[in-house]
């Protein structure tokens, strides 16, 4: 299949200080903080075996984020922590005296009031919203781009939200969600930043480490070779991609960022090189509904400028096959039920390995028998008919 590729141009892949502030002080802070909820629970990592050795590699483990809070998404993991924050904040306390069973204390509302969180999602970032609102007994507004899956504002409205579809692709969604958010004094609690607006898109950074953190654990402390991110405005990406640079030091693994090519503004802006972000603009039609993004986090590009290894621009048949295989998996591997978006960077890195189509640029990121796999899961089925229609072939 074919995919384009364009490997960092400047500098040589040293962490800079950016990435510390999504190290594992960090990890550790955002984890208690998820750990008070009642829901909490790592994560499972699967180790595909009998895929490693089909695809003559040392090892592939796959993060199964379709059981984080039951919400079927890691999302929640940034959300949530940045939710916390805020109204640590208001209260002018640490976030760390504030747990799960103090947000929901009669103290916080009656100190608080009460408080609306809005954002825009394809999905997702807006149910961790609206579940965390919900569970802390606040309201939420959660506006999602034109084209966006029924069934995924039926969970999002599920859990109490006032959710629409707008006729807006997802960056225009966002500024209304912003707009609307200034007019209303909601307290707008968006994963991407700009000029202005980094505070809670750091935030929900910082709780993305949660899923590094716990990634790294599962592995026995042994860092992998080669981490494979998909990327939408690229948060996740650069909070993944910045724990292992900042864990790892010299030796951290080779980071590769996987798009849509409808929605490949981070492989754009790498190809341009030229010190210009370069977004993608008008309707952006992927399956990999959560990473179509068109401009990317400012917050999240200047880390990956600095520690991700290579960007790659990808069809949507590359993440339906990873879907496919990881839903149909080989001997005694463990099955992942795997959404469009989730699956994007498996598919990336099973394509690479095995299409000898793609051999030089399998040589260029020194992926070989001795390496040693990180994907993540990011999602499960949330749009089940989708993934029915892409599993099944109907
Ligand atoms: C399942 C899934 N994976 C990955 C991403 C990409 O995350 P980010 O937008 O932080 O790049 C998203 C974003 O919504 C998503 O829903």
Redesign the pocket.
Known sequence: MKIQAVYKQDGNGKPSGRVERFGPETAKRARRFHESFPEYQPTPLAALDELAKWAKVTSIHVKDESRRFGLN???VLGGSYAIGNCIAKKLRTDLAKMPFEKLTGADVREKLGSLTFATA?????GRGIAWTANRLGQKSVVYMPKGSAAERLANIRALGADASITELNYDDTVRLAKADSEKNGWVLVQ??AWPGYEEIPGYIMEGYTTMAAEALEQLGGTLPTHVFL????????AAVAAYFAAVGGEDRPVIVIVEPDQADCFYRTAAANDGKIHAVTGEMRSIM???C?GEP?PL?WEILRDCADCFISMPDAVAARGMRILGNPLGGDARIVS?E??AAAFGLAIEILTDPAHARLKEKLRLDEKSRILCFS??GD?DRENYRRIVWGC
Do not use: I, W
């Not at 999602?121 to 970032?125: I, M």
């Not at 998909?230 to 990406?237: H, I, K, L, N, T």
């Open positions: 998404a890691f999302k999602t394809d999905g997702n970032h994963d991407t998909q990327a939408g405005v690229g948060s996740m990406a509904a959560g990473l993004c986090s999240a959404g978006s989730g990011t999602e949330t």
